[in-house]
C-alpha cells in the first residue's frame, strides 16, 4: 500500500492536485495540516470531491469521521501517548465502524512492544527525509515484527525496492510527491515501482 501524507502547508491548487492523484489510484491520503483549525479542515474537506472522501484518513479533530464518510483516523506519536494508553475513553462518541486507525513511530521497538491493534503503522525515518531538513535515515530493519508497517523517510522510486527488503509491506510519501514539479507523475512513477516489486 501506498500512503500520501498532505504537505504541512497549502501548496497552490493542492485540490486539483489532489483530485489527479485519486483519479490516478491514490487509496490513502492522510489529512495531516497542523497549522490548520476546525474550521479550516472542515473547508478543505468541502473542496475535496464527496466520491473520494473515503479515501481520506484525518490526523487532527478526529470527530471529522462522524460528519464525513472518511476512511479512518491517524495518531501522531504524542496523541497516541496521550489518548489511547489511557484506555478506550477516546473513542465514546467516534463513529468508528468501518473505519481505519493507525499510528506514527519512530522507534521499532515501541510500535513492536504496542498492544493497540491499529491496521496499519507509519515508522520513519526509513531513509534520510525529502521533506524535513537534517531528518537522518535510519534504515529500520522490521522483517521481524509481525504487524503492518508503512516505512516513510526518504522515499522515492529509488528507495522503494530497499524498503520492502527491510520488512514493510507499504510506503509514506510526502516531500517524494509534493516536491516534485509535477506531483501526478511523481506518484504514478511511485506507484508504477511498487506495484512492480509486488
Known sequence: MIVLISPEKDVKNEVQILHQLFEAGLEYYHLRKP?????????????VSEKYHNRIVIHYFHKLVNEYSLKGIHFQEQKRRDALENGSRYFIGLQMLGKTMSSSFHEPEELSACDIEFDYHLLSPVFSSISKKGYEGRNF??????????????????????????????????GGVWNSENPVESFKNIQKEFDSLQ
Open 35 to 47: 497549522f490548520k483549525n476546525y474550521e479550516a479542515h472542515v473547508s478543505y474537506l468541502n473542496e
Open 141 to 174: 530493519d522490521v522483517n521481524n515484527i509481525d504487524k503492518t508497517i508503512i516505512g516513510m523517510g526518504g522515499i522515492t522510486t529509488k528507495t522503494i525496492a530497499p524498503t520492502i527488503e527491510l520488512g514493510f509491506q507499504g510506503i509514506g510519501v510526502l
